[in-house]
């Protein structure tokens, strides 16, 4: 029960990721958001989920998973509705912000609920290559439920359908779970919070910016240095005045930890605009409705599970590092595949099949990096540490996707006559995109090597 639990819950979180992907053209035109802002629906959750999974970690740690846990779900329930009923953009945004907290705090509960029951070994593997698949796989089954929920009712389904899972999960929890907490006083650190979200919100918002002025616009350059000087200023809290840190600095000194989420944030910079581009290409260049452009994406959930189902047989006999060097050259060569694609290009070669190879990377990557990022970890630190974990994948798909959107959409405008984008213009602008992205899983590899040589 706790195993479905924690994949349930996880499972929830990252559909909310990749649900809305399909359903952006609908909202779009439904609510008037510009091309340049569109991006904030997704942004919006994914940053907060990111700068708060550190809190969210450590408020389970000191409060007990199964209170935090539920806690969560009441949260990103509630603004699941708020979002559904928007009526304009600032309100859906803002309601995707709330969700990304009520995610913070169900996330790291979910690993650490696995990590506090089974111990190092097989079992523990298990459970974290089943938590890891029904967690891959969550990007590929959004897409699909996003596109067959906008194409037959309407784009806030997206977010209504949330409201019965998280009611079912609410119940389930209170009747199974079991209080765990860690011992210590229950302080939490909110100004580092607090102050870690607004410097990712300030370096994606800069970023985002360079699609309209250049760099060394002020525009750009206010937003980038204060983003830094408030990533310094997180650290001093922690370090110095915050009297229980969000993070005890400490444990970034194992290989493991520090290693797993590198490549974490790394690979993540590039999976997360699989979903979105991918979803652009087929509804905008190949002209999919959105339930065609949902189901387009069966191929990808299969091979996400597949992946992570392999990997957590095979992380025993050849260790985290094999594996996720396996997994980047497999989304390696189909994200660089995915780039070859045209305003006419056949579907199955061009976005089936490199889609298998990608998927197949995200697959085999996800069990030996939470492994990795997990193991040698005190109970005590646990929920931090899973929340370290997960920041590290939102915050590199957050940033990727910014980066990444800025670089489309400044090729998109280069290469638009007077009329709007022409399809040549998009793809273009979709290509350079997952040019970038394969470099940074081709970083993400390297950064496989900071890993220590062991077996899990």
């Not at 780039?339 to 990377?361: C, E, N, R, Y």
């Not at 602008?429 to 081709?442: D, E, K, P, R, T």
Request: contains cysteine; glycine residues 12%.
């Amino acid at each position: 029960m706790i195993v479905t639990l924690a994949c349930l819950g996880q499972f929830m979180v990252l559909l909310d990721v990749s649900i809305v992907n399909v359903a952006l053209p609908s909202i779009q035109e439904g609510l008037g958001f510009t091309p340049a802002d569109l991006q904030w629906v997704v942004n919006a959750y994914t940053l907060t989920f990111a700068g708060f999974l550190l809190l969210g970690g450590r408020a389970g740690d000191l409060f007990g998973r199964k209170r935090v846990y539920i806690a969560g779900i009441a949260l990103f329930t509630l603004a699941s509705l708020a979002g559904g009923l928007a009526t304009d953009p600032g309100v859906l945004v803002a309601a995707r912000a709330l969700q990304g907290v009520g995610a913070a705090a169900l996330s790291p509960a979910t690993l650490a609920l696995l990590t506090t029951t089974f111990p190092e070994g097989p079992r523990r593997t298990a459970a974290l290559g089943l938590w890891s698949a029904v967690a891959g796989g969550a990007g590929a089954v959004g897409s699909i439920s996003g596109g067959v929920l906008t194409g037959y009712l309407s784009w806030r389904w997206v977010l209504l359908v949330n409201i019965p899972i998280g009611i079912g999960l609410i119940i389930a929890s209170a009747r199974a779970l079991q209080e765990r907490r860690g011992d210590g006083p229950r302080r939490l650190d909110v100004a580092g919070a607090i102050t870690v979200t607004l410097a990712l919100m300030a370096l994606v918002y800069g970023i985002v910016s360079t699609a309209n002025y250049g760099w060394g616009d002020a525009r750009v350059l206010v937003p980038l240095i204060a983003g830094v000087a408030l990533l310094g200023l997180f650290v001093a809290i922690e370090t110095r005045f915050a009297a229980v840190p969000l993070i005890r600095l400490g444990v970034l000194r194992s290989r493991s930890v520090t290693g797993g989420n590198l490549v974490g944030l790394l690979m993540n910079a590039a999976f997360l605009s699989m979903w979105y581009f991918v979803s652009l290409y087929l509804q905008d260049v190949l002209h999919f409705s959105p339930v065609k452009a949902g189901l387009a994406f069966l191929p990808h959930t299969v091979m996400v599970m597949v992946g992570a189902r392999l990997s957590s047989r095979l992380v025993h006999r050849l260790g985290h590092r094999p594996l996720i060097l396996a997994g980047a050259l497999s989304a390696f060569a189909g994200f660089v595949w995915q780039a070859q694609m045209t305003p006419h290009s056949d579907f199955l070669l061009m976005v089936v099949l490199p889609g298998i190879l990608m998927s197949l990377g995200v697959g085999l990557v996800f069990t030996p990096v939470a492994a990795a990022a997990t193991s040698g970890v005190a109970p005590a630190d646990a929920g931090v540490v899973s929340g370290l974990l997960n920041t590290s994948r939102q915050m590199g798909g957050a940033l990727g996707l910014a980066v990444l959107t800025t670089l489309s959409t400044a090729r998109i405008h280069a290469e638009s006559t007077g009329t709007g984008p022409t399809a040549g213009a998009m793809v273009s602008g979709y290509s350079l995109a997952f040019v970038v992205a394969a470099a940074f899983v081709a970083a993400g590899a390297i950064s496989a090597l900071v890993l220590p040589r062991h077996r899990n």
